[in-house]
């Protein structure tokens, strides 16, 4: 059984809350990063404290929907999610692109994928009970609380922490 990280905003199941300052899942946890992937052509600098590292990576990305990839593959990564490429290429185009439950939506996922509309509801149904994709007003879409706007810059901060040592 795969396990759920992240609350459905949708539904008041008492794990979520409203902050007025921080929007939704104000209660979200966070997991221990593991590793991080490094490629040829990330620019990175690497700053050394006496307690802490810091490292600021760099990536030039041609368009929103090769952003909102590399994002979820990050996401995948780092909390043990174990997504496949094509849940990874899914999650993506229906960020970028709109709800999959459009059909002009899911015909130009099925042709760009070269997939199958079978497979596509295969990966809905385990990614929506992972609360990873989400039913809203009939469409499905990504999740809120990790979904962002892909067209602007993104800056992700993320501490890898001791455990005891917060």
Not at 90 to 114: D, Q
Not at 127 to 141: M, P, Q
Request: hydrophobic letters at 35%; one cysteine or more; aromatic letters at 8%.
């Amino acid at each position: 059984m795969h396990k759920k990280l992240f609350p459905n905003p949708y539904k008041n199941d008492g794990g979520l809350l409203y902050n007025s300052s921080h929007g939704w899942g104000a209660q979200l946890k966070t997991e221990i990063i593991k590793f991080v992937i490094f490629t040829e052509d990330v620019l990175y600098l690497l700053e050394t404290n006496k307690e802490m590292i810091v490292q600021r990576l760099k990536k030039e990305l041609k368009n929103d929907t090769d952003v909102s990839y590399r994002y979820y593959s990050v996401l995948s990564a780092l909390n043990d999610l174990e997504l496949t490429t094509r849940e990874v290429q899914l999650m993506s185009f229906i960020a970028v692109s709109g709800s999959i439950s459009v059909p002009s939506n899911r015909e130009k996922f099925c042709s760009t994928y070269k997939t199958t509309g079978a497979t596509v509801n295969n990966m809905v149904s385990k990614l929506k009970k992972r609360n990873l994709l989400l039913k809203k007003d009939g469409k499905i879409v990504v999740n809120p609380l990790i979904s962002l706007e892909f067209s602007s810059d993104i800056t992700l901060e993320i501490k890898i922490l001791h455990e005891g040592k917060a």
